[in-house]
């Protein structure tokens, strides 16, 4: 099968490489040698990556430490079952799924790929494999972030950083239809987009002062650094910075801040797509490639805003 891989570090998306790989073994997933209990080879039919994943050390490193080079990056992914690991339930062959894989095995910018079967949930028919892959991680990252770790209720207000990003463009949705009050941060360029995915107000990281907007129940970031610990400041009694960047790296002074890693939920998933259907949710996808093109896809010439999505399967 056609696959990126990664071997050196130092190189970031320049060092991917379009290779043939071997596919995955059905028949040994499926007797119990195989040791890969319910697991899941799905034909990969479009692929997300995350920007900085050439960065995680998951991407090198398998959970017991070990080099796990050449590895395949990209863990967001759409696709249909085409066979079932020992011990497998609760899908079956030939169906419609989306999710995230392990962030330790190999991904999904690949012809096949190898998932626990509880990472996956199904994809409505009448949603396109591209939009699945494109809501995978934004959304479960969101709606964790929001809902699950920040505790956001209706009338409370959340600060929003990056909101016109793919994760953050997807928390300004989820966050207004909850019924609070967003405020989108982010670059100037990004204003439009951000008031676009329902943010109400908009500061400019680089222009406006993040402390005329007073105080917020819920801050989510996914920038870090600098702007993480000037928001802790911002967060009210009782209240939460949640973020995606690491370890908290600001605490609010009566408040709590998490630092998380989205987990793949199926009934999240599950909802994040029935929204996606009704017209509530919009991706934020910023340019669709084919697998032959996506090494150039993810080192552009100019910056690409939004998500790169990789149609692997056309
Ligand atoms: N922990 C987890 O589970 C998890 C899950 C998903 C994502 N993440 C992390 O979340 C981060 C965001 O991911 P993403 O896919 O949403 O990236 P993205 O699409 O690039 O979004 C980031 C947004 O923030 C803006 N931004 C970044 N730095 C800024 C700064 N200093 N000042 C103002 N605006 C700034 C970007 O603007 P420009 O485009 O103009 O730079 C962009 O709009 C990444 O670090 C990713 O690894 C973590």
Redesign the pocket.
Known sequence: MKAIVVTDEAAGTAGMTLVERPEPDAALLASLDGASYGDVVVHVHASGF????LEWPSTWVDRLGRDRTPSIPGHELAGVVTALGYGTTGLSVGQRVFGLTDWTRDGTLAEYTVVEARNLAPLPSDVDFTVGAGVA??GL?AWQGLFDHGHLQAGQSVLV????????SMAAQLARQAGAYVIG???A??RQTALDFGAQEFVD??NDALEDVGGVDVVFD??GGD?QKRSAGLVRAGGTLVT??GPPEARPAEGLAVG???VSDRAQLGEIAQRVRDGRVRTNIGQIADLDDAVAAFNPTE?I???TIIRVHP
């Open positions: 995350t920007g900085n994943e991680m934004t990252t950083h990056g909101a016109a990003g793919a994760v953050g941060t982010g670059r360029s990004g990281l680089e996914v920038i702007v995606v960047t998380f890693v989205v910056r805003k939004g998500k």
